[in-house]
C-alpha cells in the first residue's frame, strides 16, 4: 500500500515538472512534437529507474557507513554521468530500434536536473531499495506524463494566434501555469 | 580604449543582452523553484555568483591543460566541488534556508548556466575576462530571480523580504506562491522582456 501511495504521489501529486520544477529545460525544449516528446519521457523514465537502482546503494552501503555523506554531489553526478554513457553503448549495440528511439535523448539526459534531483530527493526522503525504485519509476512516468500533455497542447497551439512576444517560450510557460493549477486538484488524493 | 570596452562588454552583455534567464532561458529549475520568497532567492543567487565565479576562474586557469575529450567531466567535478562547498556552508551557518531550499542547492550542479558559460567562456578565455563574464551572468541570474521573486512574494503574500508591503486590504493570492504561479509569473515576464527588446531594436 506503501508503495502505491509513492508511486501516485511521485505520478501526479508532487509531479516532477509541475510542483518540483525538475527537468523544465527538455519540457520547454521537447515538447513541440508528441512522437519526440514520448520518447524523451521514455529515456528519462528508463535512467532514473538505474539511477534508482544504482545511487541507492551507493549512498547506503558507501558513502553512509564511511561518514562520507559530503561526497553525494560528486558521487551521484559522475556516476550517472558515466552510467547513461554505458546504458548508450549497450543500446547501440544492442537494439537497433530502442537506439533509435531513445538514443539521441540519453547523453541530454546527464545534465538533466530531474535524474539528480530525484537521487537526492530519494535520499531526503530516506525511502528504502524497493521505495526509491518505485519512486524512480512514478517520477518518470509523470515526468512523461507532464511531457506528453504539453506536447499535444503545442502541436494545436501551433494553429492559434499568438501574439508575436508571447510565441515560444512565453506561450508555453503560460500554459504550463494553468496545467500545474489543474494538477494540483489531484493534491487530494491522498490525505 | 577598445580594450576597455570590451571588458566592459564582458560584464554588461550578461545583465540585459545575453540574461542567462530571460533571453538565454537557461536555468529554468531553480529560477522556477526557490522564487517563492525573496529571501530565497537572495540564498540562491549568492550561492550561484560564488559557484560560478570560483568555477570560472579555476577552469580558465587550468584550461589548457584538460584534454578536450574530458573537459565536460572535468568541469563538472569542479563545479560540484564548489557546490559542495556552498552547500556545507548554508546547512552550517543558516540551516533554516538550506532546509528551505532543499535539494536545489545540489542541484547548481546541473544548472545550464553554469556548464554553458565554462563551454562557451571560461574554456577559452583568460582568468580576468572569465571573472567579469561569470560576475555579469550570475549578476542577470540574480536580477531575474529578485524580479520574479518580488512579483510572486507581494502579490502573493503581500510581503517584501518579509516586511509587510501592502495593507490588511490586501487579498493574498495563494496561487502565485504555490507552483502555478511560477510559471505564470516566468512566463508574463519573458513574455514582456522579449517585447522590449524587439521594439529597443527597431527603435
Same mark, same amino acid.
Given at each position: 500500500?506503501?508503495?502505491?501511495?509513492?508511486?501516485?504521489?511521485?505520478?501526479?501529486?508532487?509531479?516532477?515538472?509541475?510542483?518540483?520544477?525538475?527537468?523544465?529545460?527538455?519540457?520547454?525544449?521537447?515538447?513541440?512534437?508528441?512522437?519526440?516528446?514520448?520518447?524523451?519521457?521514455?529515456?528519462?523514465?528508463?535512467?532514473?529507474?538505474?539511477?534508482?537502482?544504482?545511487?541507492?546503494?551507493?549512498?547506503?552501503?558507501?558513502?553512509?557507513?564511511?561518514?562520507?555523506?559530503?561526497?553525494?554531489?560528486?558521487?551521484?553526478?559522475?556516476?550517472?554521468?558515466?552510467?547513461?554513457?554505458?546504458?548508450?553503448?549497450?543500446?547501440?549495440?544492442?537494439?537497433?530500434?530502442?537506439?533509435?528511439?531513445?538514443?539521441?535523448?540519453?547523453?541530454?539526459?546527464?545534465?538533466?536536473?530531474?535524474?539528480?534531483?530525484?537521487?537526492?530527493?530519494?535520499?531526503?526522503?530516506?525511502?528504502?531499495?524497493?521505495?526509491?525504485?518505485?519512486?524512480?519509476?512514478?517520477?518518470?512516468?509523470?515526468?512523461?506524463?507532464?511531457?506528453?500533455?504539453?506536447?499535444?497542447?503545442?502541436?494545436?497551439?501551433?494553429?492559434?494566434?499568438?501574439?508575436?512576444?508571447?510565441?515560444?517560450?512565453?506561450?508555453?510557460?503560460?500554459?504550463?501555469?494553468?496545467?500545474?493549477?489543474?494538477?494540483?486538484?489531484?493534491?487530494?488524493?491522498?490525505? | 580604449?577598445?580594450?576597455?570596452?570590451?571588458?566592459?562588454?564582458?560584464?554588461?552583455?550578461?545583465?540585459?543582452?545575453?540574461?542567462?534567464?530571460?533571453?538565454?532561458?537557461?536555468?529554468?529549475?531553480?529560477?522556477?523553484?526557490?522564487?517563492?520568497?525573496?529571501?530565497?532567492?537572495?540564498?540562491?543567487?549568492?550561492?550561484?555568483?560564488?559557484?560560478?565565479?570560483?568555477?570560472?576562474?579555476?577552469?580558465?586557469?587550468?584550461?589548457?591543460?584538460?584534454?578536450?575529450?574530458?573537459?565536460?567531466?572535468?568541469? %563538472?567535478?569542479? *563545479?560540484?566541488?564548489?557546490?559542495?562547498?556552498?552547500?556545507?556552508?548554508?546547512?552550517?551557518?543558516?540551516?533554516?534556508?538550506?532546509?528551505? @531550499?532543499?535539494?536545489?542547492?545540489?542541484?547548481?550542479?546541473?544548472?545550464?548556466?553554469?556548464?554553458?558559460?565554462?563551454?562557451?567562456?571560461?574554456?577559452?578565455?583568460?582568468?580576468?575576462?572569465? %571573472?567579469?563574464?561569470?560576475?555579469?551572468?550570475?549578476?542577470?541570474?540574480?536580477?531575474? @530571480? @529578485?524580479?520574479?521573486?518580488?512579483?510572486?512574494?507581494?502579490?502573493?503574500?503581500?510581503?517584501?523580504?518579509?516586511?509587510?508591503?501592502?495593507?490588511?486590504?490586501?487579498?493574498?493570492?495563494?496561487?502565485?506562491? @504555490?507552483?502555478?504561479?511560477?510559471?505564470?509569473?516566468?512566463?508574463? *515576464?519573458?513574455?514582456?522582456?522579449?517585447?522590449?527588446?524587439?521594439?529597443?531594436?527597431?527603435?
Amino acid at each position: 500500500m506503501d508503495l502505491l501511495i509513492i508511486f501516485v504521489s511521485a505520478l501526479l501529486i508532487n509531479n516532477f515538472v509541475l510542483s518540483y520544477f525538475l527537468g523544465i529545460c527538455p519540457f520547454l525544449g521537447v515538447s513541440n512534437k508528441l512522437s519526440s516528446a514520448v520518447s524523451m519521457g521514455m529515456a528519462v523514465t528508463f535512467v532514473m529507474t538505474i539511477t534508482a537502482i544504482v545511487t541507492w546503494p551507493i549512498y547506503h552501503l558507501i558513502l553512509a557507513p564511511y561518514h562520507l555523506e559530503f561526497l553525494e554531489i560528486v558521487s551521484f553526478i559522475l556516476v550517472i554521468a558515466s552510467l547513461v554513457q554505458f546504458v548508450e553503448m549497450f543500446i547501440r549495440k544492442t537494439s537497433e530500434a530502442i537506439y533509435d528511439a531513445l538514443g539521441i535523448y540519453l547523453p541530454l539526459i546527464t545534465t538533466n536536473c530531474a535524474i539528480l534531483g530525484f537521487a537526492l530527493i530519494a535520499v531526503l526522503k530516506n525511502y528504502t531499495y524497493i521505495e526509491t525504485i518505485v519512486f524512480g519509476v512514478g517520477a518518470g512516468l509523470g515526468f512523461t506524463l507532464a511531457l506528453v500533455i504539453m506536447a499535444g497542447i503545442r502541436e494545436e497551439l501551433d494553429f492559434a494566434d499568438v501574439p508575436e512576444s508571447l510565441k515560444g517560450p512565453g506561450i508555453t510557460l503560460l500554459v504550463a501555469g494553468i496545467l500545474a493549477l489543474s494538477f494540483m486538484g489531484f493534491a487530494g488524493l491522498i490525505k | 580604449m577598445d580594450e576597455n570596452k570590451s571588458y566592459l562588454y564582458d560584464f554588461i552583455k550578461g545583465l540585459w543582452k545575453e540574461n542567462p534567464v530571460l533571453v538565454q532561458l537557461l536555468g529554468m529549475c531553480p529560477t522556477l523553484a526557490v522564487t517563492n520568497a525573496v529571501v530565497n532567492a537572495v540564498a540562491m543567487s549568492v550561492a550561484v555568483v560564488f559557484v560560478l565565479t570560483s568555477s570560472a576562474i579555476i577552469i580558465s586557469a587550468i584550461r589548457k591543460f584538460i584534454p578536450g575529450q574530458v573537459r565536460i567531466a572535468s568541469y %563538472i567535478v569542479v *563545479i560540484a566541488t564548489f557546490v559542495t562547498m556552498a552547500d556545507r556552508y548554508l546547512a552550517a551557518f543558516y540551516p533554516a534556508q538550506s532546509k528551505a @531550499l532543499g535539494p536545489f542547492i545540489p542541484l547548481i550542479v546541473v544548472n545550464c548556466i553554469i556548464l554553458g558559460r565554462m563551454e562557451a567562456f571560461a574554456s577559452k578565455n583568460s582568468i580576468f575576462r572569465s %571573472i567579469l563574464d561569470a560576475l555579469g551572468m550570475s549578476f542577470g541570474f540574480a536580477i531575474a @530571480l @529578485l524580479l520574479m521573486a518580488s512579483f510572486r512574494e507581494i502579490l502573493g503574500n503581500g510581503t517584501w523580504f518579509n516586511m509587510r508591503v501592502l495593507g490588511s486590504w490586501w487579498d493574498n493570492w495563494m496561487v502565485m506562491i @504555490l507552483p502555478p504561479g511560477a510559471f505564470l509569473t516566468l512566463g508574463t *515576464i519573458v513574455g514582456f522582456s522579449k517585447f522590449l527588446q524587439t521594439k529597443f531594436k527597431k527603435a
